[in-house]
């Protein structure tokens, strides 16, 4: 089905992905290293089954940014593209912003909300309760 797939790009255009869904799922994450890698006081990300995802285009450099983790970007613009966790294997995070509908992306809950910025209010849109719903996805992840 067309509606679900993702077309993704780094801002100058020399990374392209597709990425079919549907999403393992939505999150904001609060954590201190993404803040530190995106720039931004949060991040969103979309984990798609590694399978599911195709870069058509350039490659994403990774830095491993501690042990098991590695960030991806586009060593020509620097734009922020991914995430992925050794404990969590065959599946990419990637930061929405980088997707053609990153409005229809939709984050269901937070990870880290122990490390959000004080005055960082989300709004995650109807579902509300965002930790316990983020737990509930994570959990339903593990299963699968
Ligand atoms: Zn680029
Ligand atoms: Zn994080």
């Known amino acids: 089905m067309t509606e679900q797939v993702y077309e993704g790009r780094c801002m100058c255009g020399a990374i392209q992905f597709k ?9 904001w994450c609060h954590c201190e290293s993404c803040r530190r890698h995106s720039g931004a006081p949060a991040s969103v ?10 870069v058509t285009d350039g490659e994403i450099t990774k830095y491993a940014s ?12 620097g734009s922020t593209l991914t995430c992925s966790n050794a404990k969590l294997p065959n599946e990419t995070h990637f930061h929405i912003g980088a997707f053609e509908r990153a409005a229809d992306l939709v984050p269901s809950g937070e990870i880290f909300p122990e490390e959000r910025l004080p005055w960082f209010e989300p709004r995650t849109g109807p579902l509300g309760g965002v930790t316990a719903l983020a737990r509930m996805a994570l959990g339903r992840e593990r299963k699968s």
């Open 19 to 27: 990425a079919e869904g549907p999403p393992k799922w939505v999150l």
């Open 45 to 54: 990300f979309v984990s798609f089954s590694d399978k599911m995802v195709i």
């Open 66 to 77: 501690s042990p098991g983790v590695e960030r991806g970007f586009c060593a020509q613009c």
